[in-house]
């Protein structure tokens, strides 16, 4: 979707240059005076925000309503923010300026390592937020979770995720299709990259060595479990609702749907919980990054609205259900939820550069076997 | 040198002057996008580049099209895809010239009681959005592959549906069917009516048996209908892909435009574009064969427009019998899907059917973060960007209605009058291209072209206008396809006869040859209008907070899982959709029909 590219070289030497105001724009903003960003973004008076999570709509009203600087929120999806910020980059449309963005692999290939955002740390989150959250600047942490019935089981009835490539659960599981959600494809890179563990978790479940037909156990389990007959769906929503909805006798279970959706169950009655068992990981979280244009009309007005990001306040829609997390460790976990930190213990993230590299693999396997 | 000026003032018509502008303007808004699609087939992007070893990002590349033509995936990632396309493709083709054939037929030439509100609701299955049979098919028929609560037909019956029926290629194809059916109906209709009385009163006269006079008469005068429709049809069932995922997905059948969004979200643009690529080959086949079989025969039909008109045939005792299945299945395949998005939109907890769970909160409450889903959203009547983003669409809708027929109308009568050369082929061409271009894709390709000034074109960035362009150019097809068909009715002879009196061209155009045809061009702006209140893949590139539309501030709702709005949202464009196409039948005498050249 790149017309005209610049060459090799001017890439590198863009990138040089990039690297180096990056650099500068990370020690100003060590060294930088908050009390003049806060008059200059109240000169600036706006901002303009491209989103894929649909409640930085809310956050944005209560920031206006707290300083006066009025937030414009395009809500895209994940695959059209990073296009759409990268194409106007690329024609120099000073649009945008700051980002809310998931599929991070993809974004940072496209948007950061081009130089058109940068990353900025304010000064809560430079202070409360550990270090492995601050580059990139990560608002909140998604998890996507296994998900069962329980008026059709009292206790959780998984131990191990092999147990769904097996037949008591052929054509029973729910996945919104990998081909179509990049973070699928990323944390099934994880499982590429920890195939070892994977195996181990096959051996101990079965007593057995796995016999592999695909390079590594991760790229067995997609081909195991999609020869066992999964449900392909669209929507997490959906997913949620199949799974937890009561009066079945043989209900769907679901694989990888976002968690937050355990917040209808009051309001729909579901009988939908999580596995907090299953091994070697109880699914999968990944981050929604903030970044600053780098050459954004209004740095200032983001500046500040990132910072109040950080904050409980400004955190605030994003904290009305289960399954987000913010950095911040002031923050209590929503009802029956649990802390960032215990989930960063049980659930598998990725590792960026590896996830890069070899997600196209992950889509190529998902597709050969996906077909019926 | 009287003879030289004379014979460059000759090649100054108005229609030639008309054809170079059409051209120049095409050639930028189709060729170029279609040439920039062809060179990113062509070229390693970001991530690409780790799969194809030794390679950076911008490099040329042969890779996409050995991976999607040969190699181990090709099968998977194409050939299987191709194959389920080409079954829906041909399957709802067929099923929509067979359901929009029988209708027309029985609306024309019998004494079919009723007959204004069946042709009345005949094209409300494609004012509604295709999702919505989707979505209304898995209520009825679902089982318990996809769990939840049972579909309707097996809580009523007893009856299980077997897979194949309740998922897959199936349901997918009488789902697409039924929302495009009325383009066939459109079409077939209109070529019904036009068809002479007196043809088929000759042939009876010369002794032929009425099964020989439908197969040597009707037939060959329909023909081009029945081609027109094919092409329509099997267009979109090529690049739709709502439908297909939502449906194929439980049973795992995937088509073409799967491999299309999948590459697109695994940021792999290279291998995307070439199922873009290869879906607008198909369609180019198809318009050919359409131009070779139907080309010579298309003047023949135009030209015996106006004659007597044929008598009805009589359905006797039949005639209710039938009258009451067409009302009921447009009943079903209209009624059923409405209600049930507007019964989602008034219970207060999602998919609890109750009388006590009854609400109009979604439409008029404040906002709360305590009543049925907790949005803290107010209802959508009174929640001022909703509105706004409606008022947005409306305007867009009106905007490039009319501008795509004013555009539908003058190439029209520049490819009607420059027939049978080069440039008028060229031409029509040309603007039906659009038709077959993936609108993500051109969404995409619109912002790159538009994003900065470009030489004499400024930067339309964050304007109504780079919406409306898009749009325009997205639509323009309905409209050019209305305009040859009006103007090719019209016979050269009341020009001439304008230009002998002195009449200056516009005077002409203004005075004789748009009023003429008045219905027709008017019946052509209500496709576009139609087709941009729910376009959504094609703008959502483009919009800004200040030009937000139906669509997209809808997404918002849609990924909260909050149906309510998202499906009020949609009752309400299809309840002004209709009662525009109503008010324009009413006032302007327009005619869905003609829109499509009938």
Redesign the interface.
Known sequence: MLPRLPSHRQASALLAALVAAALLAFATAQAEDWSAVEEAALAEGRLVVYSTTSRTVPAGESFQALTGIQVEVVRLGEQDLIERAFQESRAGVRNVDMIVVEDWPAARELLANTGYFVNYVPPTAAERFAPHHQDPLVLGYINRIFGFNTEKHDEDPFTNVWELTMPQYSGRVMIRDVAITGEHQNAFTEWVRRSDELEAAYTELTGEALQMTEPNAGLEFIKRFLQNDPIIMTSDTRIAEAVGARGQDDPPYGMFYVYSKHRDIPLQDLALADSRAIQPTLGYYYPIVLQLASDARNPNAAKMFMEYLGTLEGFAPWADSPGVYTPNPDQVPFEGDMPLAWWEEQLWGYDLDFAVQNRGIVLDTWFRYAQR | MRMALRRLRLNFTPQRILAVLFLLVLGYLVVVPLG?ML??TF?V????R??IPGS????FTTAHWERTFVG??AR??FY??LINTLIISFGLSALALVIGGLLAWLVVRTNLPFKGLISNAAIIPYIMPSWTLALAWITLFKN??????PGIFQALTGIATPDWFAYGLFPITITLALHYFPFGFMLIGGAIRNIDAQLEESAELLGASRATILRRVVFPLVLPAIFSTFLLTFSKGLGTFGTP??LG??????VLS??L?????????GIA?IAAVVMILMGVLVLYMDHKIIGARRSFVTISGKGARAGSVDLGRWRLPVAAGVLLFLFSVIAVPIGALAIDTLML????YRLENLSLHYWIGEAS?AI???T?EPGILRNSQLMGALANTLRLALVVALVCGVLGMLIGYTVVRLRGTTVSRLLDQLSFLPYLMPSIALG??F??LF??ARGPIP?L??TFWLLAIACIVSYLPYAVKAGINAMMQIGPELEEAAIMSGASWFTRMRRILFPVQKATYFSGMLLPFISVTRELSLL??L???ATQLAT??T???T???W?PYTNGMVLLLVIIVITTTALSRRIMKTDLAKGLGG
Not at chain 2, 144 to 149: A, V, Y
Not at chain 2, 349 to 352: N, V
């Open positions: 920039v060179q990113e070229t992007h970001p991530m690409e780790f799969q950076v990002t911008g490099d181990p995936n998977p990632f299987r895809p318990q592959r996809i769990g939840g609560q995922a939502f997905g439980p049973v795992r059948e995937f799967t491999s969004y999948a590459n697109l979200i695994g940021q792999r643009p574009y907890r999602p998919g609890i973060l049925g889903l907790g803290g995409s390709i912002l790159a994003a900065v930067s960035y964050g959502i590139l919009v800004t907070p997209t501030i997404l918002r709702y990924d909260r899982g149906y």
